[in-house]
């Protein structure tokens, strides 16, 4: 399996763009996790999906922040529009399920908003 | 809500010795999970070892072990023999395996930890 896949891997984008950065879990995970890492607040957990529904999205900053499942196999991270402190690096996780212990990780998207 | 509190943020170790790396918790739960994970400069994350809380043996995976005291809300990374490819961002992180937490990482705030050769 090719694991868990995010790009771009790197975005580079000025103030008030929208951007959008892709996931596709690895085959047969139920679950996927949108995480963001930044030197400040460290790796916290943004929303998760668990059979493509939206559990919890309590960790979504603000409105300008929205994630989509549209399948099993894909997703979507959203910010319209982007501000110079929505830079960090995003991962992607996925989970086969909940009775399962590791979360995989994608290699993460850097993204820098000038 | 669960915390996960690191409380080095660097350490440094010579190559071939042992280091230990710190990790408190605070749950009100008594089943969970807790992990290690590494993060190195390419920024993949990657599970070291995992410990049950129901499980009082410590885990082992090779040169990595955990001393793992529940009653403390203790969960420390001991790297034996350090190796130069152990030269990362070590993060702590638990999960609850109740209700609909039950899915997420919570993580702490990571170590890095360098090796001199």
């Known amino acids: 399996d090719a694991g868990v896949i995010q790009s771009p891997r790197h975005e580079v984008t000025e103030m008030g763009q929208e951007v959008t950065l892709r996931c596709k879990p690895i085959?047969?995970?139920?679950?996927l996790f949108w995480y963001r890492q930044t030197m400040m607040r460290g790796l916290e957990l943004l929303i998760y999906?668990?059979?493509?529904?939206?559990?919890?999205d309590s960790g979504m900053p603000e409105d300008r922040f929205s994630a989509k499942m549209p399948n099993a196999s894909f997703s979507t991270l959203k910010i319209q529009p982007s501000e110079p402190r929505d830079s960090a690096v995003y991962f992607c996780?996925?989970?086969?399920?909940?009775?399962?212990?590791?979360?995989?990780f994608g290699p993460g998207t850097r993204l820098t908003v000038t | 809500a669960q915390t996960v509190t690191q409380s080095q943020p660097e350490m440094s170790v010579q190559e071939a010795e042992t280091v230990t790396l710190s990790c408190t918790y605070d749950?009100?739960?008594?089943?969970?999970?807790l992990f290690w994970y590494k993060q190195p400069p390419s920024r993949q994350m990657i599970l070291v070892i995992r410990q049950e809380a129901y499980k009082q043996q410590n885990a082992t995976e090779n040169r990595f072990s955990v001393n793992f005291q529940k009653a403390a809300k203790s969960f420390s990374l001991k790297i034996s023999d350090s190796q130069l490819g152990d030269a990362a961002m070590y993060f702590c992180?638990?999960?609850?395996?109740?209700?609909?937490?039950?899915?997420?990482?919570?993580f702490g705030k990571g170590t890095k930890l360098s090796v001199i050769p």
């Open positions: 749950t009100s739960e008594s089943d969970y999970y």
């Open positions: 085959s047969g995970h139920n679950s």
């Open positions: 999906f668990n059979n493509n529904v939206p559990i919890d």
């Open positions: 996780a996925s989970l086969r399920d909940r009775h399962d212990y590791e979360q995989y």
């Open positions: 992180a638990y999960r609850t395996l109740t209700g609909a937490g039950s899915y997420q990482l919570t």
